[in-house]
């Protein structure tokens, strides 16, 4: 797919040879660019472009290399989801905490880039004229930027292309960063809500990647992500969490309910990376928690994700994260990906339910019942993949996550007793304790959020589940804890070449210095 620049050039170009012979043939080429909704309205396309390539990369869609570096290693891993088998950098890199400066450049990159850039220049087309254009990108940009905060923490956000006098651009804390996600997902919640009551013809449907222009889903999907980032704050600002939560789950459009509510890029024709990273480049494979976690239970959702070593005997191989690998081929033999369709998942509806659940246990307004939103989140995971009897998973109370052995290497083993293998069960018990009703939730979100790591790290740094297996190499030089696991990735270099005043600011908001052992604004644990 081109990019949005070359596919309005050619748009621009034919308006303007349709006008050479016209009186304003002066005024357009003095101001090519600035066309009238006229000119524009069939088709909206000098917002409606940047929009698509805001969405496709919010994990860039056709650069697997850079989709690697992106999140593949450093979220996908630190997640428990997956792991690598090959020793990159003689096995000192992400996975091992020997964190590399120039792949951890990437996801700032990305998003600013192909982002956040795409997302001004559509609110500077469509401010004051399109009002659904610029409500969809703060939408967008929400999206985007909260997953880069949640890597690095502080960003460039209610800054962006403000330049100072010493040619600095300020940071946003992530305490403000995340104010501002809210006001602006408000804004436009609003915006879109009146399109919806209003019965209003889309006018971004060409250029809609994920709902083909349908403004409800695109409330409903608003209002789950400021539930999501309520949650993700409550532990720390209680009252700023409570309000934001309660404003999500009051809207009368609702949140995101059944698997044709996902929110998924649509990339086709081009391939997921993931299959590019998995089967092309044997780079990736099945994580050890979810060996541990998926065959404990007797999961059914197991197959859906993963590819059996030995499909006769159904046997599953994870690998642990942070071990020591001598060469590739060790662990090239353990589970694949299943091969993914040609969308990228960034948020489920059965996220949604957990996300209610939770919020139940917290006792906020029109959550409903925690128990019952449990049960819908799992049951919804289980209906996007078509599974039935899913009253048989929810009623196991004896299943537990199985030890995991590595029948590579003995020392990389999780037996029985440890500390780092939970012991949670599936079934919901009203009667428990906040924290394993906790655990259970988010054991049973992180099942369903797969393959999305991002969202999964995310969760795993703010509450500790589900119980990941900590590095058995550690090569950071003591900046971070094993125990305590990653908690975020450095600033990137280009910043401190490019920005190195403003970024000694933002990291004076940190709680401790600029290395991957910090934790953030959010991360109480």
């Known amino acids: 797919m081109r990019s949005w620049i070359n596919k309005i050039v050619p748009v621009l170009l034919t308006a303007m040879l349709l006008s050479a012979c016209t009186k304003r043939f002066g005024e357009i080429n003095k101001n090519p660019y600035d066309f009238t909704e006229e000119e524009l309205n069939a088709d909206f396309q000098l917002m409606g472009e940047p929009l698509s390539q805001a969405q496709l990369n919010l994990l860039i869609y056709n650069d697997p290399p850079t989709a690697q570096l992106q999140q593949n290693l450093n979220a996908d891993v630190f997640s428990g989801y997956m792991m690598s088998p090959n020793p990159f950098e003689d096995n000192n890199n992400n996975t091992t905490y020997g964190l590399r400066y120039y792949w951890n450049i990437k996801p700032w990159l990305v998003t600013y880039g192909n982002v956040m850039k795409s997302c001004d220049f559509a609110q500077e087309k469509a401010v004051g004229k399109y009002p659904e254009f610029y409500a969809w990108a703060q939408i967008l940009k929400v999206e985007a930027m909260h997953r880069l905060s949640d890597i690095y ?15 600095s651009i300020d940071y946003d804390s992530q305490q403000d960063a995340y104010y501002h996600f809210f006001q602006d997902l408000d804004a436009a919640i609003k915006v879109l809500t009146d399109s919806v009551n209003a019965h209003a013809v889309s006018r971004f449907t060409n ?8 403004y409800l889903k695109w409330v409903k999907f608003a209002n789950t992500l400021r539930l999501r980032l309520a949650v993700r704050i409550y532990g720390v600002d209680h009252v700023k969490g409570k309000l934001e939560g309660e404003a999500a789950l009051s809207n009368p459009l609702g949140l995101l309910t059944t698997p044709e509510d996902n929110f998924a890029v649509n990339i086709a024709p081009v391939t997921h990376p993931l299959n590019i990273i998995c089967y092309n480049w044997a780079d990736i494979r099945m994580g050890a928690p979810m060996e541990s976690i998926l065959t404990g239970y007797k999961d059914p959702r197991l197959p859906h994700y993963f590819v059996p070593t030995d499909a006769g005997a159904n046997a599953y191989h994870g690998i642990r994260n942070g071990i020591n690998i001598s060469a590739k081929e060790e662990y090239t033999g353990f589970s694949m990906l299943v091969k993914f369709d040609n969308k990228i998942q960034f948020m489920t509806a059965a996220e949604a339910w957990f996300l209610k659940a939770e919020a139940a246990l917290n006792g906020w307004s029109n959550a409903g019942d925690a128990g019952s939103n449990y049960a819908r989140g799992i049951s919804t995971s289980f209906r996007q993949y078509s599974i039935p009897n899913v009253d048989d998973y929810l009623n196991n109370d004896s299943s537990r996550p199985a030890p995991y052995k590595d029948p590579q290497n003995a020392a990389n083993n999780v037996l029985e007793g440890d500390p780092h293998l939970s012991t949670i069960t599936i079934k919901w018990n009203d009667h428990a304790l906040y924290e394993e009703k906790l655990e259970r939730i988010i054991t049973q979100k992180w099942i369903a959020m797969f393959p999305e ?7 795993f740094r703010r509450t ?15 900046t971070i804890n094993t125990n305590k696991f990653i908690r975020r990735l450095p600033m990137p270099s280009t910043e401190l070449t490019t920005n190195p005043k403003a970024v000694a600011r933002a990291v004076a908001t940190l709680k401790g210095p600029d290395e991957g052992g910090t934790p953030l604004w959010w991360d109480l644990r």
């Open 153 to 167: 923490g502080p960003i460039i956000y209610s800054h962006y292309g403000q330049i100072n006098a010493d040619k």
């Open 453 to 459: 790591g991002q969202e999964a790290w995310s969760e």
């Open 464 to 478: 500790g589940y589900p119980k990941l297996f900590p590095v058995v190499v550690n090569n950071s030089g003591g």
């Open 207 to 214: 250029f809609d990647l994920v709902y083909k222009g349908d």
